[in-house]
């Protein structure tokens, strides 16, 4: 029988976050420099939500492969 997996992914218009919880993978797009402004304090408190709830922020693409493999792999 054929498995179908399915990845929820969700993109913010703001350059490089990416934040897992549970199956669900978060993409967050900062655009141009935002490190003063209420962009990067929006972002920031919203990734330490994520985080609280028990999200992680990825940090590396190997990271980001190394968590596909482990938690969406079929048996």
């Avoid at 920031?44 to 938690?71: M, V, Y």
């Amino acid at each position: 029988p054929l498995g179908l997996l399915a990845i929820s992914v969700t993109s913010i218009i703001v350059s490089g976050s990416i934040v897992v919880v549970g199956n669900t993978v978060h993409w967050i797009e900062k655009q141009g420099m935002c490190r003063d402004s209420t962009i990067h304090t929006v972002v920031t408190k919203l990734i330490n939500s994520i985080q609280a709830i028990g999200g992680k922020a990825i940090k590396s693409a190997n990271e980001l492969s190394t968590w596909f493999k482990r938690n969406l792999l079929v048996q």
